[in-house]
T-cell receptor, first 110, second 113 residues
Framework: QKEVEQDPGPLSVPEGAIVSLNCTYS??????FMWYRQYSRKGPELLMY????GNKEDGRFTAQVDKSSKYISLFIRDSQPSDSATYLC??????????FGSGTRLSIRP | SAVISQKPSRDICQRGTSLTIQCQVD?????MFWYRQQPGQSLTLIAT?????????ESGFVIDKFPISRPNLTFSTLTVSNMSPEDSSIYLC??????????FGPGTRLTVT
């Protein structure tokens, strides 16, 4: 079993829809949770960073961590074609090695 | 957030040769890392570049194949040695600041023929 599982997609939704991206993990020691966005032929860009459980909101993006279920989510409201990218979840125990999910390819249809 | 640049952005190399990739950060950072990303796949950590000492390599990666230098807190190089087509990949420099947020460079796209 991989430490971090992420549905690879591709996920295609119409513009304006709410998008839900998810990851599950097996290591209960993970404390830091991140979401990265990667456009084609670019490096990953840090979108959201949360410590421990709870929600964090930044504009149209909301990151949610449920440590009891070992489940994290990224919600995108009012999705735009410019949100089309690969989204990678990532997590770590401390200031140490980050484990990345395999990424979900998202496409927003105009 | 740190601004990271990498050189070259892409290269096509012949089997058996070596390529050195440079990573420059616009501010001093605590930790620097090198990752590899195969097409359509996630990120694999190659090594942590330590300032003033030998890099720390992950399982499956060795210094003879991927020598790394980090002469100061803003610069690092990764060399891919004695290349084979299996080394064709995107190589990414990454840095972490004191807030534990980790950032990535634009990547170097390497093709080995």
């Amino acid at each position: 079993q991989k430490e971090v599982e992420q549905d690879p997609g591709p996920l295609s939704v119409p513009e304006g829809a709410i998008v839900s991206l998810n990851c599950t993990y097996s290591n209960s020691a993970f404390q830091y949770f991140m979401w990265y966005r990667q456009y084609s032929r670019k490096g990953p860009e840090l979108l959201m960073y949360t410590y421990s459980s709870g929600n964090k909101e930044d504009g149209r993006f909301t990151a949610q961590v449920d440590k009891s279920s070992k489940y994290i989510s990224l919600f995108i409201r009012d999705s735009q074609p410019s949100d089309s990218a690969t989204y990678l979840c990532a997590m770590s125990v401390s200031a140490s090695k980050i484990i990345f999910g395999s990424g979900t390819r998202l496409s927003i249809r105009p | 957030s740190a601004v990271i640049s990498q050189k070259p952005s892409r290269d096509i190399c012949q089997r058996g040769t070596s390529l050195t990739i440079q990573c420059q950060v616009d501010s001093q950072v605590t930790m620097m890392f090198w990752y590899r990303q195969q097409p359509g796949q996630s990120l694999t950590l190659i090594a942590t570049a330590n300032q003033g000492s030998e890099a720390t390599y992950e399982s499956g990666f060795v210094i003879d194949k991927f020598p790394i230098s980090r002469p100061n807190l803003t610069f690092s190089t990764l060399t891919v040695s004695n290349m084979s087509p299996e080394d064709s990949s995107i190589y990414l420099c990454s840095v972490r600041d004191t807030s534990y947020e980790q950032y990535f460079g634009p990547g170097t796209r390497l093709t080995v023929t």
